[in-house]
């Protein structure tokens, strides 16, 4: 963007060159559009472009705006008129003002014209979250341990929301630990006498809103479930398939002799004793109902007096990555996810059976979940209840776990906590036009050739009657 006037212009912006000073320049200025350009291969974008626009995203999404702001992957047809853009825009700095003016009424422009009608809101459209379960074994009233993690991907651009760690990590680690104990749960020796119950939540991204009606639907209006008895823990995984760092966030530290307490110890003893490149650290941070969005999916179930926490490579809820389209799949270290995985395992192994049990987790399995997820983006507002990321979540669930059910979660119509919009892909349609002032120097051309061309037929007309009157012969008088 090299142009000093954006007003009804529409500004084509790179990623590699994308600044938010500039992005605010053209919305004040009321530009016609503003088009960032992403590269195809996000892996090779530099960590600190990746990182600053990351951090540029969440000003975005809160700045209010009536300039259309489109997100387009990189191809041949897009950089050669963002090239040819850049350079008739740049070259007119070094012309004089005549000069200025005959490129400007020569140059090569584009109309950017979209396809589509106006965004509306959807109505009646449903958050879909799964559970399942493994039941114990050795009397009634067991205790039960949840795993809860939500599917859904966030960012500036819905259609370009991959979430590969926040949160295909999280999901991928859920599916395989499900796996684990159910392998454990089939054979009377290791048939534990706890309850496990895993919930794949939807809506994670907009103030956990699968987790909170599932919350309702459990312990409101019904008279048996697994929530109202003994929940000895509930375990949330959010980000975990990167770093040598590992977060267990409450919003109230456990007392000694809880069942919360006894996995915070045995996290910290198989970080000790197996993983000493792990840093291991409780986060304590109070629930505040006064904001708009909850930090952490654990202080859904925190609010209903539901002793929870949750685990995470990252130590504070505000950063970034959480929500961003940057968030894709090289940003998965499959090693780290099956370390992290095998960890989190073997401390909940020592929980369940009061002994040390290894397990065998596979990364095959976990990169292949994590490939699965991130070649598609999740974000709410694209995954229905007949989208095959749910149904395929449903599957490897109902492969492992008994009981797998759906739960449906949709806007109050009176004062609704979420609202979606159609219309997030449009196309778009480059044509190759002169500028007006090119029609209007055209004009005067045509007009000056006319008026040159009037002037020689007249003088022609008189030179004509001269000559023929000069060379006419005399005539003799008798």
């Known amino acids: 963007m090299a142009a000093e006037v954006l007003s009804r212009r529409c500004v084509i912006m790179r ?11 053209a919305l004040r200025q009321s530009a016609g559009a503003v088009v960032i350009i992403l590269p195809k291969n996000m892996s090779a974008v530099p960590q600190d472009i990746v990182q600053q626009f990351m951090e540029l995203e ?8 009536i300039v259309p702001v489109y997100f387009a992957m990189e191809d041949d047809e897009l950089l050669s008129i963002y090239t040819q853009t850049l350079t008739s825009s740049s070259s007119q700095g070094s012309l004089s003002a005549a000069e200025v003016l005959l490129h400007t009424a020569t140059a090569n422009g584009f109309q950017m014209v979209t396809s589509g009608a106006q965004s509306k809101a959807i109505n009646d459209w449903a958050i879909t979250s799964l559970e399942g379960r493994l039941v114990g074994v050795g009397g009634e009233d067991l205790p039960t341990i949840v795993v809860v993690a939500h599917y859904d991907s966030f960012g500036v651009a819905p259609w370009l929301s991959y ?6 990590s999280g999901v991928s680690m859920l599916l395989e630990l499900a796996r684990l104990f159910s392998k454990l749960y089939t054979y009377k020796r290791t048939h534990a006498g706890y309850n496990l119950l895993f919930f794949v939540s939807g809506g994670g991204k907009f103030n956990y809103q699968g987790t909170k009606r599932w919350l309702e639907d459990n312990l409101d209006h019904t008279d048996s479930s697994l929530l109202q008895d003994n929940v000895a823990f509930v375990l949330c995984l959010d980000t975990l398939g990167n770093g040598d760092s590992l977060h267990l966030h409450v919003s ?20 000790a004793s197996q993983y ?15 904001d708009d ?3 952490w999916e654990h202080e859904r179930f925190g609010i209903r007096r539901l002793p929870a926490f949750t685990l995470s490579h990252l130590p504070s809820h505000r950063l970034a990555q959480r929500s961003s389209i940057m968030d894709v799949r090289p940003h998965v270290d499959v090693k780290k996810l099956g370390r992290n995985t095998k960890l989190v395992a073997e401390a909940l192994a020592r929980v369940i059976y009061n002994l040390t049990e290894k397990v065998n987790v596979q990364e095959e399995q976990l990169s292949a979940v994590v490939d699965w997820l991130t070649a598609q983006p999740r974000a709410a507002q694209l995954v229905d209840k007949d989208s095959s990321v749910v149904s395929t979540l449903e599957y490897h669930l109902g492969h492992y776990l008994k009981d797998v059910k759906r739960h449906y979660v949709k806007a109050d119509k009176r004062d609704p906590e979420f609202v979606f919009y159609d219309q997030l892909k449009q196309t778009m349609n480059a044509y190759r036009v002169k500028p ?8 005067v051309c045509i007009a000056a ?3 040159l061309m009037y002037l020689a037929i007249q003088n022609f007309g008189v030179l004509y009657s001269v000559v023929r009157r000069i060379t006419q012969p005399k005539t003799k008088t008798h």
């Open 293 to 295: 969005m909850l930090a």
């Open 449 to 451: 050739y006319l008026g």
């Open 436 to 443: 007006a002032i090119f029609d209007l120097l055209l004009a």
């Open 15 to 25: 990623l590699a060159d994308f600044s938010y000073e500039e992005y605010q320049k």
């Open 163 to 168: 979430g590969a760690d926040s949160n295909g």
């Open 276 to 290: 000493p490149e792990v840093k291991f650290s409780m986060v304590h941070k109070k629930i505040n109902l006064a």
């Open 58 to 65: 969440p000003e975005m999404l809160a700045t209010e705006t």
């Open 252 to 271: 109230k530290p456990p007392k000694e002799g809880t069942p919360q307490y006894s996995l915070l110890k045995e996290l910290e003893m198989v970080v």
